[in-house]
């Protein structure tokens, strides 16, 4: 993890919301494209957290992502109001 990143994850979640855009507007377009790259990497790949993994799974195969970890990941409505299920399991490579 690179020290931008540890900093920025410091910030976000012990700084108060002007230390956390202070240090957003600090930094170069190219910086936060970084910072933001390496953070999404980290967690989709993260093997203890699913929840991008459930997310994308979930919006590609064209249902409604439901919020939280608890019960199924998605759903869907056809035209006749009834609502399909899905539960998303997708493998960390």
């Known amino acids: 993890m690179t020290e931008e990143l540890m900093k920025l994850i410091k910030v976000f979640a012990i700084g108060a919301e002007k230390d956390l855009q202070e240090y957003i507007?600090?930094?170069?377009?190219s910086t936060i494209s970084k910072i933001l790259k390496e953070l999404l990497?980290?967690?989709?790949?993260?093997?203890?957290?699913?929840?991008?993994?459930e997310f994308l799974t979930?919006?590609?195969?064209?249902?409604?992502?439901?919020?939280?970890?608890?019960?199924?990941?998605?759903?869907i409505q056809n035209a006749n109001g009834e609502t399909k299920r899905c539960e998303?399991?997708?493998?960390?490579?």
Do not use: H, Q, T
Request: charged content about 25%; proline content about 10%.
């Open 41 to 53: 990497s980290l967690y989709l790949n993260d093997k203890n957290s699913s929840f991008l993994r």
């Open 88 to 93: 998303a399991k997708p493998k960390e490579y």
């Open 25 to 29: 507007d600090s930094k170069s377009p």
């Open 58 to 75: 979930v919006s590609l195969a064209g249902y409604e992502p439901r919020p939280g970890k608890i019960g199924y990941n998605g759903y």
